[in-house]
């Protein structure tokens, strides 16, 4: 059965930094690309972009470079991403996704307040 | 890459069906059979119940279905159900190699 399970919620500060994990389970982690979304307060789904999970590659959205890092330590079966210089407007949950179609499997989500 | 246009709500009478539109270009709805669709419930995570355009993963129900023509993919629920308001986002893979949500669809059971 897959599991993807996400870090905890986090509050910062602006112009802190914080990383979220996403712990894969239940599959060989290299099977499936790894996908970033957030989700804004009361807002929609955007697509933050996605890790290679054979190479590490990361691939960022547009509206996403710069700030934001995806990383991977597959010795765990673990993708991190990590968000920089926080700002307001970067309060969100925050979900990983994976599976042989784009959000098979969802993380359980993780909140980023910054305040 | 512009979100997928799709309405913001949708409403229906328990038993009827509902069709929500996902309008997209020719260089992601139209130009790959890889349309999901997202069922979100308020204060849970999304959920697949639609993938490469019409198939279901295991376990959902066949109530739910999809198609595509042109550059419009289309989610339709038969027999609606009390248990069917959600929220639900359409996404396509693009020819940048990236994905796209839908803006949206907020299902209300009168």
């Known amino acids: 059965q897959v599991h993807l399970v996400q870090s905890g919620s986090e509050l910062k500060k602006p112009g802190a930094s914080v990383k979220v994990s996403c712990k894969a389970s239940?599959?060989?982690?290299?099977?499936?690309?790894l996908n970033w979304v957030r989700q804004a307060p009361g807002q929609g789904l955007e697509w933050m972009g996605w890790?290679?999970?054979?190479?590490?590659?990361?691939t960022y959205a547009q509206g996403f470079t710069g700030r934001f890092v995806f990383s991977l330590d597959t010795s765990v079966n673990t993708a991190y991403l990590q968000i920089t210089n926080l700002k307001a407007e970067d309060t969100a949950f925050y979900f990983c996704a994976s599976g042989s179609a784009m959000g098979a499997y969802w993380g359980q989500g993780t909140l980023v307040t910054v305040s | 890459q512009s979100a997928l246009t799709q309405p913001a709500s949708v409403s229906g009478s328990p038993g009827q069906s509902i069709a929500i539109s996902c309008s997209g270009t020719s260089s992601d709805v139209g130009a790959y059979n890889y349309v999901s669709w997202h069922q979100q419930h308020p204060g849970k995570g999304p959920k697949l119940i639609i993938f490469?355009?019409?198939d279901r993963p295991s376990g959902i129900s066949n109530r739910f279905s999809g198609s595509k023509s042109g550059n419009t993919a289309s989610l339709t629920i038969s027999g609606l159900q009390p248990e069917d308001e959600a929220d639900y986002y359409c996404?396509?893979?693009?020819?940048?190699?990236?994905?796209?949500f839908g803006t949206g669809t907020k299902v209300t059971v009168l």
């Open positions: 490469d355009v019409s």
């Open positions: 996404s396509s893979y693009t020819s940048g190699s990236t994905y796209v």
């Open positions: 239940g599959y060989t982690f290299n099977s499936y690309a």
């Open positions: 890790s290679d999970t054979k190479t590490g590659n990361p």
